[in-house]
Structures are given as structure tokens and as C-alpha cells.
């Protein structure tokens, strides 16, 4: 099974402020067809996980161009450009390369 | 709008049965995989089990294989978990979420009990 592992596992960041989110995976995420199959959500308290970044670097619709993430292979990093108080909650990334599925422990993003 | 409702959750003893359904809307149901993904209480996300289009390509995690069976109908734009043989650590918020492979769009979820 694939490992993914996430940095930090907390971060408190002033609004205004960057923010970075590394994930490492224990195997390459890149197919034979050229894609990465690594995607990024955010768990917003209390509601489900919402996509944000799709394979590596690909912002979902309606996400603020704050968010961008970047990698290939094993080593990945979500970064956000300028904190807002709406971003708190758990950051998450996945790995669809391979069955079984797995996610990273999560992130979670404080306001200070 | 993509809309996915789950429902059918609630409290069980080890061992009993349940079965929850996502009612899906908004999109062409029958063109997209469908998933189901858990999470425990205060835990991390955990992918249990994804269905293609047609249902010929059914996958399972470990944890859940051979007790859960996922299925859809088609025609009722719904996705469906038979949940069996249930232990304490399938307690969790059970999410629906479409398309395998790139969970695009969540339900709010329906939580699971699983206790004596």
C-alpha cells in the first residue's frame, strides 16, 4: 500500500501570511499516461471535504488563485499565497494512483 | 449543482446490519464512479470502497472487504452501502462522493454508530 505522509501536522499562520503544506508518498504517483494522481482537500469545520487542487497542480472551479500546489513524483507541496481566516480547517492530500486509495494524516490550519 | 445526500445511518449493535444510500443530483449520475469515504470520530479521512459507471469495476479496503457491499442503481440516481457484520471501529461519518479516482464533489455525510 502506498504511505502518504504530510508536514506539518499543524500550523497556526497569520491572515495575510503564507502557508505550506508538504506531502511525501512512498511510491511515485505518476502514470504511464503522464498525470499525477495527487489531489489536495480542505476539511472546513464541520462540513465534508471540499477539492481543492487536482492532480498536482490543476485548481478545482470556484478556488481561489491563493492556492496553489506543486511536486512530482513522491514529493508534493500545497502553499497558500496570502492566509485568510475562511482557510482554517484540515488540509488533506490524496493519492487515487494506486488501490487501496489513501489520504495523509491531515493538516490542520490555525489563525493566530 | 452537484448534490449528493447521504442518509440511512444511525445506531447499531456489533454485529447487525446497515444500509445507507446517496441520493444524487445535478449531474449525469449514470457517467460518473461514485465512492464511499469514512471518517472516525476526531480521525482522518479513510477511502473504504469506489464503483464504476456500470458497476463492473468494484474495489474494497481490506478493512471492509467481504462485509460491505457497494452498488447503484442507475435509474434512481443513487449509490448504496450494504453494511454487514458490523464492528465498533466502522463507527464513522460515511461520506459519498462522486467520481473514482479525483473525489470531486462530497455529501454532508451520515454517521454511523457501532456500539453495544
Known amino acids: 500500500d502506498i504511505v502518504v505522509t504530510q508536514t506539518p501536522l499543524s500550523l497556526s499562520v497569520t491572515p495575510g501570511q503564507p502557508a505550506s503544506i508538504s506531502c511525501k508518498s512512498s511510491?511515485?504517483?505518476?502514470?504511464?499516461?503522464?498525470?499525477?494522481?495527487l489531489y489536495w482537500y480542505l476539511q472546513k469545520p464541520g462540513q465534508p471535504p471540499q477539492l481543492l487542487i487536482y492532480?498536482?497542480?490543476n485548481r478545482f472551479s470556484g478556488v481561489p488563485d491563493r492556492f496553489s500546489g506543486s511536486g512530482s513524483g513522491t514529493d508534493f507541496t500545497l502553499k497558500i499565497s496570502r492566509v485568510e481566516a475562511e482557510d482554517v480547517g484540515v488540509y488533506y492530500c490524496?493519492?487515487?494512483?494506486?488501490?487501496?486509495?489513501?489520504f495523509g494524516q491531515g493538516t490542520k490550519l490555525e489563525i493566530k | 449543482e452537484v448534490q449528493l445526500v447521504e442518509s440511512g445511518g444511525g445506531l447499531v449493535k456489533p454485529g447487525e446490519s446497515l444500509r445507507l444510500s446517496c441520493a444524487a443530483s445535478?449531474?449525469?449520475?449514470?457517467?460518473?464512479?461514485m465512492n464511499w469515504v469514512r471518517q472516525a470520530p476526531g480521525k482522518g479521512l479513510e477511502w473504504v470502497s469506489s464503483?464504476?459507471?456500470?458497476?463492473?469495476?468494484?474495489y474494497y479496503a481490506d478493512s471492509v472487504k467481504g462485509r460491505f457491499t457497494i452498488s447503484r442503481d442507475n435509474a434512481k440516481n443513487s449509490l448504496y452501502l450494504q453494511m454487514n457484520s458490523l464492528r465498533a471501529e466502522d463507527t464513522a461519518v460515511y461520506y459519498c462522493?462522486?467520481?473514482?479516482?479525483?473525489?470531486?464533489?462530497w455529501g454532508q455525510g451520515t454517521l454511523v454508530t457501532v456500539s453495544s
Open positions: 492532480e498536482v497542480s
Open positions: 445535478g449531474f449525469t449520475f449514470s457517467s460518473y464512479g
Open positions: 464503483i464504476s459507471t456500470s458497476s463492473s469495476y468494484i
Open positions: 511510491r511515485s504517483l505518476l502514470h504511464s499516461d503522464g498525470k499525477t494522481f
Open positions: 462522493a462522486r467520481q473514482i479516482a479525483a473525489a470531486d464533489y
Open positions: 490524496m493519492q487515487t494512483i494506486q488501490l487501496p486509495y489513501s
